[in-house]
């Protein structure tokens, strides 16, 4: 006899399923009621305290920046002030969006726009390079000079952080360049390097031969830092004095790379700034959308600036007709003779979030909508590496590490622990902290001094961490690659001198990586990124403080004894 199909009914007349149903349906009423009645008959305390959870949860969910108990911004920051048309404001909307998108995306042109790259800081590398002989070969040279500040200090060659830009401009483009030789103008493709130099000069070479393609700009101030190039592909250089100079304090210039003038001057002896050091080492970031350029200084001013430019290729006439900056200031809890105020290393930004690591042991996160803080986090001493950030599944995360002050933490020619962290870049939080253990010397900081490089391809598990004064001796350093995941060491290359400059990463067409690492000793090392191998090695004769960058397989770094390199990977 066949089972029947007649569901099953008890003396109400509802089937089992529904029944089923019905009691899952009561039981959750059950306990939202439960929940609803603790949650408003909760004292004060754990009310917030849900509350908070409830809001974290959902700025997770959404991707959306916020602060915890230890992140945030008033354990750090004691004052924000919003200068708008030369007023205070209580409140700031800005009229965008905001949204800086993906890192590949940021320079419309071939080639590095800016510090590291792009707005994560992730990439001193373009295209790829076929390494088989794995070899290092100088292919030309460039002599540089020296500049003389009003207090005797003479700045010589290429410094920290020192990355040269490259722009491989189109032939149209040229068309339009009354600054650039003929030839450059002419030739079917021109890759050319952009080198801002401490001799107060810009100098303008073709990557593959070195052959100047424009003669050196002069614009009369030491320049420390990389500068930036415009990412619409428009021939403007942004770039910030690194010291005062006969022309006067440090400031921000804007230059026409069409017709080599200064359009546009800021930030000079700015009298809103809390700290009187008006120098801009960071490498700014340019929003595309809002025609604004933003510019942190190591006066603790933040400048957003609308520079309404125009531009027509065919010409090659640029125009700007700036508006008033739009400032920020701060002050930190700790500021005073140490821990200052103002913000060297260069700026990341994350959609509309603006990262910022200072002089005064302060990362912070701010909504560039808003100019509000989201959180901060301590991070122990003056900080001078970039940070670079990275998105894992869809989550975006901070690598930073610190100096070491001499006097701050501990006196000179002593030793003090340098942490390498990775950090929440939502809420500020630490996920992992890797030590080491740095000496340091007045003006020749230990700790790390370059910026972190991110393996990608065949390297993406692995994070490069340029160390300074560590081990057994005080002039030491080490390379180490660490775990993104874990932060534990898988491998280091130990060198005798140590290293402020920033190590490359690059790839050959199948993804196999490999590294760029120069010291302050003068050598520049290729390395197995995998195992830290070392394939080659080359003695540049001089101290290389500067970041290199690279357009396939031409490295381009200069050192401090006034030359520029141009060197073959094959």
């Known amino acids: 006899m066949k089972a029947s199909k007649t569901p099953v009914k008890y003396n109400l007349g509802i089937p089992v399923s529904k029944l089923v149903q019905y009691i899952i349906f009561g039981i959750l009423c059950i ?57 205070a404001v209580e409140e700031y909307t800005s009229p965008y969006k905001m949204d800086f998108g993906r890192p590949e995306d940021y320079f419309a042109l071939p080639g590095i726009a800016a510090f590291r790259g792009n707005n994560y800081r992730n990439g001193a590398s373009y295209g790829t390079a076929n390494v088989e002989a794995g070899e290092a070969n100088i292919v030309w040279e460039k002599e540089t000079s020296a500049l003389q500040a009003p207090d005797g200090n003479v700045w010589t060659g290429s410094g920290w952080t020192g990355q040269p830009l490259i722009a491989q401009w189109t032939l149209e ?62 021939p403007i250089l942004y770039v910030g004095a690194g010291y005062a100079s006969d022309r006067g304090p440090g400031r921000v210039l804007v230059v ?61 006439v640029v125009g700007i007709y700036p508006d008033e900056p739009i400032r920020w200031r701060y002050n930190g809890v700790r500021t005073g003779d140490k821990f200052w105020v103002g913000v060297e290393a260069s700026p990341v930004i994350w959609t509309h979030y603006l990262y910022m690591a200072d002089n005064g042991g302060n990362l912070m996160c701010m909504d560039l909508r808003t100019l509000k803080l989201v959180w901060a986090q301590d991070v122990l001493d003056d900080t001078n590496c970039t940070p670079v950030l990275e998105c894992e599944d869809d989550h975006p995360y901070l690598y930073i590490s610190t100096s070491f002050h001499a006097g701050w933490r501990a006196a000179e020619n002593s030793t003090a622990t340098i942490p390498v962290w990775k950090i929440d870049a939502l809420s500020g939080e630490i996920v992992w902290q890797h030590d080491y253990t740095c000496y340091t010397q007045s003006g020749v900081s230990g700790g790390v001094q370059g910026t972190m490089a991110l393996g990608k391809n065949d390297l993406k598990d692995l994070v490069f961490v340029p160390v300074s004064r560590c081990g057994d001796q005080a002039s030491a350093g080490v390379l180490a690659a660490l775990n993104k995941k874990t932060g534990e060491t898988v491998w280091e290359f130990p060198t005798v001198i140590y290293s402020w400059s920033s190590p490359v990463d690059f790839y050959d067409e199948n993804g196999k990586g490999y590294l760029i690492y120069c010291t302050s000793g003068g ?44 060197i073959q990977i094959s």
Do not use: C
Not at 532 to 550: H, P, Q, R, V, Y
């Open 256 to 316: 026409n790379l069409s017709d080599g003038t200064i359009m546009y001057e800021f930030g000079a002896g700015d009298g809103f700034a809390f700290r009187n050091w008006s120098t801009y080492d960071a490498s700014a970031l340019y929003y595309a959308e809002g025609d604004s350029l933003i510019y942190p200084g190591e006066n603790g001013i933040l400048y957003i600036v609308q520079l309404n430019t125009t531009y027509d290729p065919a010409t090659g």
């Open 523 to 566: 050598f520049l090392y290729l390395l197995d990124g995998a195992t830290g191998e070392k394939l080659a090695g080359i003695d540049l004769d001089g101290n290389i403080e500067a970041s290199a960058a690279m357009f396939n397989d031409m490295v381009i770094v200069g050192h401090r004894s006034q030359k520029i390199f141009g």
């Open 31 to 87: 306990v939202l009621l439960v929940v609803e009645i603790r949650y408003h008959h909760a004292k004060p305390g754990e009310a917030a305290i849900a509350r908070e959870e409830a809001e974290q949860a959902e700025a997770v969910k959404s991707f959306e920046a916020y602060s915890t108990a230890q992140t945030a911004p008033e354990n750090f920051i004691s004052e924000q002030t919003v200068i708008v048309n030369g007023e």
């Open 173 to 234: 483009q040229r068309q339009g360049f009354s600054y650039m030789y003929d030839w450059a103008k002419n030739q079917e493709t021109l890759t050319e390097v952009i080198y801002a130099t401490m001799d107060g000069y810009v100098y303008f070479l073709e990557l593959e031969t070195g052959k100047a393609t424009r003669d050196p700009l002069f614009l009369g101030f030491t320049f420390k830092g990389a500068g930036s190039l415009d990412p619409r592909g428009w």
